[in-house]
């Protein structure tokens, strides 16, 4: 119910500006008395102290008539003030009640301070209490799923207990399949065979947000209770990409995007975090999307301001060469939807690389690899290699050894020889391989993620091949006689060519060799997975497979799921394991870890859903729509005011006046 | 002083009735001169009153022979005296006893007069003082049937006038009335300062003092309505009231208070009080209510 409004109020302010403080002055007034003359006013005096001695409020209740008057006097005048009361039309004979618990309805915008559901939890409640003796209902919650709260049933109490119990998603609203619950309850309800019967009510309060508004149908009378302002400010997170530069995989590139829900165009500030930690800020410039709207132009023409610099994305670049939560939150705090502020991705940990080496034996790089946290380096000698080349391998290393067959795709590092069939090939003469003898390290790209922290002066280096470069190719390490390491990717490949055989300088020796091995593995085995891993959408129910867990924790101990909801999973004797539905957006973990959901990013990322201002239609252009505040019914105070309010207060008046005595 | 006048207040029939009447003392007083009522005092009456031994210079004729002849001692015989009695009679005239209907005042004046009538008649000596805050006239002693129309003639000439205060009025009326005897107030007893010093001085041994306290009925039912402003007759003094019930109750309370109040004050000194209306038929009053209190028989 609402608080009374006032049809008359003008009016009725005049008639209490001029009455009040006239009832006011009559009682400064000295009352205008007969003169009567007595033999002796002895024991009128007497009589008028005992009178006055009995009574000890005497005074307060010469206050308290003046009261009861003014009490008497507002009350009329609230009652010319034609106070009324709108409320929404009462419940039908059978009633379903709809409630939208999706992202949108956590909106704070409702009175005092109540999110939208809250406010449609409390007119819910109305209707439930405006319910006949006879009268059924049942509760529907929906977001992009639909649950009977309650059943059809007469139980007031049930009823609303079932509508508070209702708890807030961040998930999208969709609301067909809320129709076509409600339908089907209805079907199951008897007096809905009979003949001549009258639609049930279906009651559906949302703020009109919803992603399938064009495939819906309903059976029922629906009445949209639309709730939710207009004019409520709200800025989100829309879309977020990370992705790793191809050039150079250590860099990662964020991307997002945000929109502006609120009436007034609107600055923010955009942070990103890594793994928690504040890492950049940039910001962002919106202009309100509904001026993008061609029906919200129509209707408030001249409210779109020409010429606005909008700037609604942010991007940043971050080194990132291991696993990391990377979170985008908007800083406004102007902002009434909490669930769309932040989005996060994962970007995956540095996979631990299957390194196969295709060698005649090298101590130097056998030992090397072994110190590397590699899957399962292995060892082939070319004949092995070229009998049953490796397919799964990440990093096959040539070491000396010109292959004949190559895998489709890969990785592929070699020592002292080239791909086959390549651009970059080395310079033959009559058949024979061109070697240069004691060449000198010029110059390398210090700051390419594979030389990084290397320092190459000094090194000797007895023999190497003379490298036929392509110019789509990056020279790494330059050296007196030509390029001494070069980077060459093709479609599917990526070549790193190291000009010299190992065995043939003083590398091995040095610190720097396996410095150089590990960043050179990790660099090309993020060329392989460049992008980060996808977020999921709120409700989203991830599936653990069996071998993951097995592998990771082969005890199959309950699984926990920490972060906004928190949940114990058993682990049943066969088959994969679904988590439970993640219905509020952040950043979930699995304890323990269980690839590839070690962590799980949940992100809103709907404009839909982020759009706060409430539609006016009812979705789907179904029934008909009760705007709260714009109610259907209207229920007149005034004649409430002077009967039970007015009336008694004047026979009260009334009955002190006769009980008071005054000099 | 003509017949019409002392008709007002006394008829001749009822003058007749009282005549039969004589005014009666609860306490034995001595008198001043030789009178029909007895006295403390020993005398020379017929009535014997006791004995007591002869002392030498006592007069002989008095000595009881019969005795001496038994006992062989001398013993006086000791007869009552008979004296007059003493009647004085305080009417308030003050401006409070002109209210009423029928009037205070001219109740009071006629009470005054019957028993005026009856002390004369009976050979008392009567005085009759007129009193308001002072004592305002009075006849000086009477004696005899003969001096009836003297004392109407004083009662005609009263007219209501000042303010009541006993105590003033009463203190001297007792300072310059020493004699003992019946003392009779007439009053409505509204008295602002308060009954308690005038009666104190009135009351004592050597007066046996009887209060008549005289009120109109307006006083004891008052017929007031709506907001007013009551005046005080006396002194002009005002009182705004409304009128309501519980008002009118709790002002009889009061009245009826008071009233007992003075009856308990006047009884516990000795005297004797009296309640009446001017609603009373007046010979009923002296006929009966008086006689019934034991002030005339």
């Known amino acids: 119910m609402n608080w009374p409004s006032f049809l008359n109020l003008f009016t009725a302010a005049i008639a209490a500006a001029v ?10 007034l000295k009352l205008r008395r007969e003169e009567k003359v007595i033999s002796s006013t002895l024991l009128w005096k007497k009589a008028i102290q005992d009178l006055q001695v009995n009574a000890p409020f005497q005074r307060l209740r010469k206050n308290l008539l003046l009261l009861l008057q003014l009490l008497v006097l507002i009350l009329l005048c609230l009652a010319l003030a034609r106070p009324m009361i709108s409320y929404l039309g009462s419940a039908g004979k059978t009633t379903v009640i709809l409630i939208d618990r999706s992202a949108s309805m956590s909106t704070k915008d409702a009175n005092q301070g109540r999110t939208r559901l809250e406010e449609a939890k409390r007119l819910a409640g109305e209707i439930v209490d405006s319910m006949g003796r006879d ?59 009979r003949p001549n019967k009258e639609p049930p009510d279906v009651m559906l309060f949302s703020d009109g947000r919803v992603a399938d508004a064009d495939e819906l149908s309903l059976k029922g009378m629906l009445k949209y209770i639309r709730i939710g302002q207009g004019d409520t400010p709200n800025i989100g997170v829309v879309s977020l990409s990370a992705r790793r530069n191809y050039e150079r995989p250590t860099e990662v590139q964020v991307f997002a995007r945000l929109a502006n829900f609120g009436p007034a165009p609107a600055k923010a500030d955009v942070r990103l975090s890594i793994d928690g930690k504040p890492s950049r800020v940039g910001s962002v410039n919106l202009a309100p999307e509904r001026w993008n709207d061609a029906k919200w132009l129509q209707k408030n023409p001249g409210k779109k301001a020409d010429g606005f610099a909008a700037q609604d994305s942010v991007e940043f670049t971050v080194e990132l060469a291991d696993a990391a939560l990377l979170s985008v939150q908007q800083l406004n705090n102007d902002d009434a939807m909490p669930a769309d502020d932040m989005a996060s991705v994962v970007v995956p940990p540095a996979k631990s690389l299957k390194v ?106 007895a023999e190497s091949l003379k490298l036929i470069v392509p110019l789509d190719a990056q020279v790494l390490i330059d050296g007196s006689e030509g390029p001494l390491m070069v980077l060459y990717r093709e479609p599917q490949r990526t070549h790193l060519v190291v000009a010299f055989d190992l065995l043939q300088s003083d590398w091995p020796t040095r610190p720097s060799f396996p410095v150089f091995l590990n960043s050179a593995m990790q660099f090309l085995a993020l060329t392989s997975q460049s992008n980060a891993r996808e977020s999921v959408a709120p409700g989203t129910a991830p599936t653990l497979e069996r071998a993951s867990i097995m592998q990771a924790d082969p005890k199959l101990q309950p699984i926990s799921l920490l972060g906004p909801i928190n949940a114990t999973v058993a682990i049943p004797p066969a088959g994969d394991v679904t988590l439970p539905a993640l219905d509020r957006v952040g950043v979930y973990q699995t304890n323990p870890p269980i690839p590839p959901f070690e962590k799980i990013a949940v992100n809103l990322l709907d404009e839909n859903e982020s759009n706060t201002m409430p539609v006016d239609v009812p979705p789907g252009h179904i029934g008909t729509m009760l705007a709260v505040g714009a109610s259907d019914s209207r229920l007149d105070l005034w004649w409430w005011l002077i009967a039970c309010g007015a009336v008694p207060l004047l026979m009260i008046e009334w009955w002190v006046y006769t009980r008071r005595v005054h000099l | 002083m003509t017949l019409a006048d002392s008709q007002t207040l006394l008829d001749t029939e009822f003058m007749a009735r009282l005549d039969q009447l004589d005014l009666l003392s609860r306490k034995v007083l001595a008198g001043k001169l030789k009178g029909e009522r007895r006295s403390k005092r020993r005398g020379q009456s017929v009535e014997f009153a006791d004995y007591r031994n002869y002392v030498v210079g006592d007069d002989l004729r008095f000595i009881d022979w019969n005795i001496y002849a038994r006992l062989d001692r001398l013993f006086l015989k000791l007869f009552l005296e008979e004296e007059d009695l003493s009647l004085s009679i305080l009417i308030d005239v003050s401006r409070s006893t002109e209210f009423g209907n029928p009037g205070k005042l001219m109740f009071m004046k006629r009470v005054a007069a019957a028993l005026g009538y009856v002390g004369l008649v009976n050979y008392n000596r009567v005085v009759i003082a007129a009193i308001n805050d002072r004592v305002e006239s009075e006849t000086g002693f009477m004696r005899g049937r003969q001096k009836v129309p003297h004392m109407i003639e ?103 208070a008071y009233c007992l109040g003075l009856k308990e004050y006047v009884t516990r000194r000795g005297g004797a009080y009296l309640f009446t209306s001017t609603a009373v038929p007046f010979d009923t009053l002296v006929l009966n209510y008086l006689r019934e209190r034991g002030l005339l028989g």
């Open chain 1, 19 to 28: 009455a009040i403080p006239l009832l006011l002055l009559l009682y400064f």
């Open chain 1, 135 to 193: 009268a059924k209902a049942m509760v529907i919650a929906f977001d992009d799923a639909a649950q009977t709260v309650q059943s059809f049933t007469s139980d007031r109490v049930a009823l609303k207990r079932a509508v508070e119990a209702i708890q807030p998603t961040d998930r999208r609203s969709r609301l067909k399949l809320a129709f076509q619950l409600a339908d089907a309850q209805m079907a199951f309800l008897p007096e809905q065979n």
């Open chain 1, 356 to 461: 196969v080496l295709v060698s005649d034996g090298n101590y130097f790089l056998e030992k090397a690899l072994q110190t590397l946290p590699l899957k399962e380096p292995g060892t082939l000698n070319p004949a092995e290699y070229e009998a049953k080349p490796p397919e799964d391998a990440d990093v096959i290393i040539f070491d000396r050894w010109m292959p004949k067959v190559m895998p489709q795709a890969g990785a592929f590092i070699y020592f002292g020889s080239v791909p086959p069939n390549s651009k970059l090939s080395a310079e033959t003469k009559n058949g024979r391989v061109v070697t240069v003898n004691n060449p000198q390290i010029l110059d390398w790209r210090r700051d390419h993620p594979v030389l990084r922290y290397l320092s190459l002066s000094k090194r000797a280096i």
């Open chain 2, 154 to 256: 004083f009662l005609q000439s009263l007219q209501p006038e000042g303010t009541s205060h006993l105590a003033g009025a009463c203190k001297r009326f007792a300072l310059s009335h020493r004699q003992k005897g019946v003392t009779i107030v007439l009053s409505d007893f509204f008295d602002k300062g308060g009954y308690e010093n005038g009666l104190r001085y009135l009351a004592g041994g050597h007066t046996d003092l009887f209060c008549i306290q005289v009120l109109a009925p307006q006083e004891i039912e008052p017929d007031l309505q709506g907001d007013l402003k009551l005046k005080d007759i006396e002194d002009g003094d005002l009182a705004e009231v409304s009128i309501t019930q519980p008002l009118i109750k709790r002002y009889k309370a009061n009245l009826n």
